[in-house]
């Protein structure tokens, strides 16, 4: 079986993965400092959440509420798994995986 590459500068993707889970996690502890400069981390998940709130109130007629951004996330999971479960590729593996039983 053939081993899938990314896009990781020639690093296994588990540890690429497995970095970027640590520096989330240190990140939330207050470890590594706050990098709000254009284009940084916290930069783009400030705004972010800055256009999800704005959604948010537009849709509802009201003031923001917290955690609006994970919201949005929800929902943008969501609909791309809808979408998804439309393609071709999805139903053909269901219809396969019918056929097996």
């Not at 520096?23 to 999800?52: E, Q």
Request: glycine share 6%; hydrophobic share 35%.
């Amino acid at each position: 079986m053939k081993r899938m590459r990314a896009r990781t500068n020639g690093k296994p993707l588990v540890s690429m993965m497995v970095r970027k889970y640590i520096t989330a996690i240190k990140r939330r502890l207050g470890i590594i400092p706050k990098d709000f400069s254009v284009g940084g981390y916290d930069y783009k998940r400030m705004m972010a959440s800055n256009h999800a709130r704005t959604e948010e109130s537009g849709i509802n007629n009201s003031r923001w509420a917290p955690g609006a951004l994970k919201r949005a996330e929800k929902k943008q999971r969501k609909e791309q798994r809808a979408i998804d479960k439309k393609s071709i590729v999805y139903l053909a593996e269901q219809r396969m995986k019918d056929k097996r039983r």
